[in-house]
């Protein structure tokens, strides 16, 4: 009765939780990111102390390290984007070709005449166009005030973090002390091993994509490399958007059947790569979920804070399973989180990870 009412309480606690975080979303997004991108820092930023920096200063240059790389992987992107934009008038053109090859597919299809379609897109256009200006311009200064916002804590995270590691081992007794300086420290780890490993990961892939676009032909083939490669931050979803848009623009630029097998191809073995060698390479093990509970976890995030919810869902997940492991009241529910591990003879893919592990 007692594990019941137990389970009952936890279970009103996990969905007073979900609540909180959706209706605080627009205070707590810029928040835990900002944690997460202080946690992989961290190291950083006491290796410069130890060289004789100033806290302050070890975590101004450890934000401006931030910045230079996110404004370094922007202005690539948008150097690409603006060699896009100067053959815009071709690649409109072999659009417009596209979209009346599809008019006709319709009218021969379904019997949709060409009339009946233009009055259907202007009455979509209408209806989805009304302050569309005014709602680019208050998404654009919304994301412009959150990455200033998101630059302060990240600043402020990491120079007040001894003070913010005394007051939560002050939360609890003094004999529970030394195991939640541990549980700390571990979570730290799994923050600082994943983002680092998904960033060295990413640059990885811009490569690995670049080579495999430009030998099949695809125009701009740098530009949707990186496109691919940023798109990875959203775990499943990502990778497989990045190459649907790539694909598309092959189709606009008039690509045939062998340059979209040969994107598909580029896209098969850039994720066997991806996930048999570089993961466990450079990512490894460091949050070891359950892929039910991956995918569970990816989808309740995109619910409650969208495509940051995405983002930040597995590192905040192998925290939860950190605290859990180390709570007893709590451990079969990291037991649960937590990847199987099989017993018996390893499979193929298993040992061709072991192999790339050892190396």
């Known amino acids: 009765m007692e594990n019941l009412q137990r389970s009952v309480y ?53 934000v401006l390290l931030l910045v230079i790389f996110v404004a370094g992987a922007f202005t690539l992107l948008s150097y690409q984007i603006s060699n896009l934009a100067d053959n815009m008038g071709g690649i409109k053109k072999r659009l417009v070709d596209m979209l009346e090859h599809v008019k006709l597919w319709i009218y021969q299809t379904f019997g949709v005449s ?12 209408k209806a989805n166009g009304g302050g569309s200006i005014g709602t680019f311009a208050g998404s654009f200064m919304g994301i412009l005030v959150n990455s200033i916002l998101v630059t302060v804590y990240i600043f402020l995270l990491l120079y007040s973090r001894d003070h913010i590691k005394q007051f939560i081992l002050k939360l609890f007794p003094s004999d529970k002390r030394t195991k939640t300086e541990k549980v700390m420290g571990q979570s730290v780890q799994v923050a600082q091993k994943y983002l680092s490993g998904l960033s060295a990961m990413i ?60 994107v598909l191809i580029t896209y098969m073995l850039v994720q066997f790569f991806q996930t048999y060698v570089l993961e466990p390479l450079v990512v490894g093990e ?25 983002i930040l869902a597995i590192p905040l997940l192998g925290i939860v399973k950190i ?37």
């Open 10 to 62: 936890l279970l009103l606690f996990f969905f007073l939780a979900i609540g909180s975080l959706f209706y605080a979303r627009e205070f707590l997004i810029p928040l835990a990111l900002s944690a997460m991108l202080a946690m992989l820092f961290v190291r950083l930023s006491n290796y410069l102390e130890d060289k004789g920096l100033g806290r302050g200063w070890s975590a101004l240059i450890c």
């Open 203 to 262: 640059v990885m892939l811009w490569i690995m994509y670049g080579i495999g676009f430009t030998i099949v032909g695809v125009e701009y083939a740098v530009f949707f490399a990186i496109l691919c490669g940023l798109l990875e931050i959203v775990p499943f979803v990502g990778n497989i958007t990045g190459t649907s848009v790539t694909i598309l623009a092959v189709l606009v630029q008039g690509g045939d059947g062998g340059m979209i097998l040969g």
């Open 286 to 310: 460091q949050v070891s979920i359950n892929p039910l509970f991956t995918i569970m976890v990816i989808v309740l995030g995109e619910m409650v804070w969208g495509v940051a919810g995405m």
């Open 114 to 125: 060409y009339q009946k379609q233009e009055q259907i897109f202007k009455e979509q256009s």
């Open 323 to 359: 605290i859990c492991d180390n709570v007893p009241a709590l451990k079969p529910y990291g037991f649960l989180i937590g990847s199987e591990k099989k017993k018996g003879k390893p499979g193929v893919i298993t040992r061709i990870r072991a192999i790339f592990k050892r190396t």
